[in-house]
């Protein structure tokens, strides 16, 4: 897979790598593949995660959100309000 990834990258070749994983953000992805042969810059990889924390970032705009996740997985939202738990109990935080 490294040979074909340099190639493509060498061609200048558009693409995206796309996992279903939810548990660790693309930049721990992209390392994972430098320690197998295969590096993948973070920027090409696609993962749940990251697809939920921009759909959140555009339609929540702003909005406090609570997110269970690895503290890895929390990096995706970067940039946006995140909840703790305990001031996502309390009574009307979503209104502040």
């Given amino acids: 897979a490294a040979a ?3 190639e493509i990258e060498a061609r200048a070749i558009p693409y995206r ?3 279903n994983t939810s548990l660790i953000s693309r930049r721990s992805l992209s390392r994972w ?3 197998l042969g295969a590096p993948i810059p973070a920027g090409r ?3 749940a995660l990251s697809a939920s924390a921009a759909y959140t970032r ?5 909005e406090p959100l609570f997110v269970m996740a690895s503290t890895d997985a929390l990096t995706e939202f970067a940039g946006q ?6 001031e996502a109990d309390e ?6």
């Fill in 58 to 62: 555009h339609r929540y705009s702003g």
């Fill in 17 to 19: 790598i796309v996992t």
């Fill in 4 to 6: 074909e990834l340099a």
């Fill in 33 to 35: 593949g430098d320690r």
């Fill in 45 to 47: 990889i696609m993962s």
């Fill in 91 to 96: 009574p009307g935080e979503r209104g502040k």
């Fill in 81 to 86: 309000r995140l909840l703790t738990a305990t």
